[in-house]
Each structure stands twice: as structure tokens, then as C-alpha cells.
């Protein structure tokens, strides 16, 4: 019995979590074409939905688990239309940038969030920025908010705050010892949807356009589920910390099966009056992407141009 123990204790401490290498080169947050180049002088592609002229809006888009920015393609032409500019990037670690596949640490992509907003307000000077996240991004979103964000509002779509606290015991206690035993275990996303089947949107067609997509990760580490939910658990406890927050407008889907309502109606809860709600009853994870997409995608639009034009009188 002791020696069984013994080895756990060995196990657990020699296998820990993996996350990905922070740049080497000391750079000035910048966006260079379809590059955002962040304070450690990592390049992360970017994707953006341009207006003809100057914008009225900017808003910086952060994507969620195992997606990629091209997950604001439908969104972001209608704002594009709207006279709103759309900029997303690849988080480290999916998509295309740079270690694919791993962790790079919640408060590393905090930073690169932040130096996301310092380069688009060094390339629009004057025009108000916003920040969206959904779901993952979402979080990122949130939990930044705890330092002072030079921001014209917020937008959380569906954020991901299904923390430890909201899961079954069990959840917990394989992920623990999945992600200090086994860190590199590689699950199927696949697999796992048909141990649990969940809906993450009624647009299939988008669905199996995601499923061909060579940039969209199919398949996880242990340890990356392990960060995410630290990060979840981050987000859950946001509103006690938030600083002077910006405004902030929380859209989110009743037929949602990936983020629990529980958690999510607690988190709208305790941002209380510093958040506007607003609820779809059609609505899934994926809001944005739906098929009943129009009417989010235009409140969206619609609150951030009426945010835009307080913040520049």
C-alpha cells in the first residue's frame, strides 16, 4: 500500500502539464497585414471584415476551444456592411498559429488580448474598439477585466464558465488525474461526442464545413482540457473581481448543450447591473452561427454602434 502510494505521488509530480514556449523577441504590439505580432514577438495570423472607408467600430474577436478566427466569417461580413470592423486571430496553440495543439497559459493569452487591443487602436487612432469573446474567448474576455481594458464595451457570447465547482465529481477527479498521469493523452473529439451527444448548433451544414476543416482541432490533450478548465474556473469567479469595467452585453442561447445554464446564469447574476442581457430562445452555443443568427448578429450590431457613438462625443 505505501509503495502504491509512493508511486502516485512519483507519477503526479513527474508528469506535469505541457504548455506551449513563449516568444523570444521583445516586440511592439503591432497588426501588419494579416498578422498581429504580440509583446513577445509571436505572430498570430489574423483574419479581417473590413468596411469601404473608415470604420465606426472595431472589434477585436476571440474564438473558442479547438476553433479559429474564421469562426466570425458570417458575423463579420454583415457588420462589415454595418460599417464595423471585424479583427480576429488565432489564439496560440489552434489554428494556424504558432504550437498548435498546446496550452499556452490563461494569462498569456490575457496578454495577447491586451496587445491585440493596444495594435488596433494604434492602427484606427479615433475610432472606438471593442472586445467580443465566445465561449474560450469569452473567458479570456472576462477574466482580463480584472485589470483596467481600454475598451469601448465588451461583447461575451456564450463565455465558458463551467468551473470545477458546476461539474459531477467524477468529472473532476478524471481530469486531475488525466491531466498530472497522462498530460499528453490525446482525446477524440469525435469520440467523446458520441459517448455524450451534444448539439453545439442546428446549422449542419456549418457543422460539416467545421468537420473538413484541416485548421479546426480535432482532436485534444488531456492537459489543454485541464487548462481550459482552470481558465473556466477563472471566469466563473470574474464578476467578484472585475475592475472599473466597460460596458458589457452578454448574449447567450437557451438550447445552449455545451456550457451549462446554471453556471451561466450565476456569472449574469453577479455582473448584476454592469451587464445587458440578452437571451434566444432558438439559440445554441455556436449564436453566431446558427441558423436563427440574424437577430443576434444585428443586436450585436446595433449595441456596438450605439456604444461607439457615446464613446466619441
Same mark, same amino acid.
Given at each position: %500500500?505505501?509503495?502504491?502510494?509512493?508511486?502516485?505521488?512519483?507519477? &503526479?509530480?513527474?508528469?506535469?502539464?505541457?504548455?506551449?514556449?513563449?516568444?523570444?523577441?521583445?516586440?511592439?504590439?503591432?497588426? @501588419?497585414?494579416?498578422?498581429?505580432?504580440?509583446?513577445?514577438?509571436?505572430?498570430?495570423?489574423?483574419?479581417?471584415?473590413?468596411?469601404?472607408?473608415?470604420?465606426? #467600430?472595431?472589434?477585436?474577436?476571440?474564438?473558442?476551444?479547438?476553433?479559429?478566427?474564421?469562426?466570425?466569417? %458570417?458575423?463579420?461580413?454583415? $457588420?462589415?456592411?454595418?460599417?464595423?470592423?471585424?479583427?480576429?486571430?488565432?489564439?496560440?496553440?489552434? *489554428?494556424?498559429?504558432?504550437?498548435?495543439?498546446?496550452?499556452? *497559459?490563461?494569462?498569456?493569452?490575457?496578454?495577447?488580448?491586451?496587445? =491585440?487591443? =493596444?495594435?488596433? @487602436?494604434?492602427?484606427?487612432?479615433?475610432?472606438?474598439?471593442? !472586445?467580443?469573446?465566445?465561449?474560450?474567448?469569452?473567458?479570456?474576455?472576462?477574466?482580463?477585466?480584472?485589470?483596467?481594458?481600454? !475598451? =469601448?464595451?465588451?461583447?461575451?457570447?456564450?463565455?465558458?464558465? $463551467?468551473?470545477?465547482?458546476? %461539474?459531477?465529481?467524477?468529472?473532476?477527479?478524471?481530469?486531475?488525474?488525466?491531466?498530472?498521469?497522462?498530460?499528453?493523452? !490525446?482525446?477524440?473529439?469525435? =469520440?467523446?461526442?458520441?459517448? !455524450?451527444?451534444?448539439?453545439?448548433?442546428?446549422?449542419?451544414?456549418?457543422?460539416?464545413?467545421?468537420?473538413?476543416?484541416?485548421?479546426?482541432?480535432?482532436?485534444?490533450?488531456?492537459?489543454?482540457?485541464?487548462?481550459?478548465?482552470? &481558465?473556466?474556473? /477563472?471566469? @466563473?469567479? #470574474?464578476? /467578484?473581481?472585475?475592475?472599473?469595467?466597460?460596458?458589457?452585453?452578454?448574449?447567450?442561447?437557451?438550447?445552449?448543450?455545451?456550457?451549462?445554464?446554471?453556471?451561466?446564469?450565476?456569472?449574469?447574476?453577479?455582473? *448584476?447591473?454592469?451587464?445587458?442581457?440578452?437571451?434566444?430562445?432558438? *439559440?445554441?452555443?455556436?449564436?453566431?452561427?446558427?441558423?436563427?443568427?440574424?437577430?443576434?448578429?444585428?443586436?450585436?450590431?446595433?449595441?456596438?454602434?450605439?456604444?461607439?457613438?457615446?464613446?466619441?462625443?
Amino acid at each position: %500500500m505505501k509503495f502504491a502510494v509512493l508511486f502516485l505521488a512519483l507519477a &503526479l509530480g513527474a508528469c506535469a502539464p505541457m504548455t506551449a514556449p513563449p516568444g523570444v523577441a521583445p516586440s511592439v504590439p503591432a497588426i @501588419r497585414g494579416e498578422t498581429l505580432t504580440v509583446r513577445d514577438g509571436l505572430q498570430l495570423p489574423l483574419r479581417r471584415w473590413a468596411p469601404e472607408g473608415t470604420p465606426r #467600430a472595431v472589434i477585436i474577436a476571440l474564438h473558442g476551444m479547438s476553433d479559429y478566427s474564421n469562426a466570425f466569417a %458570417m458575423p463579420g461580413e454583415e $457588420w462589415a456592411r454595418r460599417g464595423i470592423l471585424t479583427i480576429a486571430y488565432d489564439q496560440r496553440g489552434f *489554428g494556424a498559429a504558432p504550437y498548435p495543439g498546446l496550452w499556452p *497559459g490563461a494569462e498569456t493569452m490575457r496578454n495577447d488580448l491586451r496587445d =491585440a487591443v =493596444a495594435a488596433a @487602436r494604434a492602427a484606427h487612432p479615433g475610432v472606438p474598439v471593442f !472586445v467580443m469573446g465566445e465561449s474560450m474567448g469569452g473567458a479570456v474576455t472576462l477574466t482580463a477585466l480584472e485589470q483596467p481594458l481600454d !475598451v =469601448a464595451g465588451i461583447v461575451l457570447v456564450a463565455p465558458a464558465v $463551467w468551473s470545477r465547482a458546476d %461539474m459531477p465529481m467524477l468529472y473532476r477527479v478524471a481530469l486531475f488525474l488525466a491531466a498530472r498521469l497522462t498530460p499528453g493523452l !490525446v482525446l477524440s473529439n469525435s =469520440a467523446a461526442n458520441r459517448i !455524450v451527444t451534444i448539439v453545439p448548433s442546428d446549422n449542419i451544414e456549418m457543422l460539416r464545413a467545421m468537420a473538413r476543416d484541416p485548421l479546426v482541432q480535432r482532436r485534444t490533450r488531456a492537459d489543454v482540457l485541464f487548462g481550459l478548465t482552470n &481558465l473556466m474556473d /477563472e471566469a @466563473r469567479s #470574474a464578476p /467578484e473581481r472585475l475592475a472599473a469595467a466597460p460596458p458589457i452585453l452578454f448574449v447567450y442561447g437557451a438550447k445552449d448543450q455545451v456550457i451549462p445554464a446554471r453556471p451561466t446564469e450565476a456569472v449574469i447574476a453577479a455582473l *448584476g447591473s454592469r451587464a445587458l442581457v440578452r437571451k434566444y430562445d432558438t *439559440g445554441y452555443h455556436m449564436l453566431l452561427r446558427d441558423l436563427e443568427r440574424a437577430r443576434p448578429i444585428g443586436d450585436i450590431a446595433g449595441w456596438v454602434l450605439a456604444e461607439a457613438t457615446k464613446a466619441v462625443r
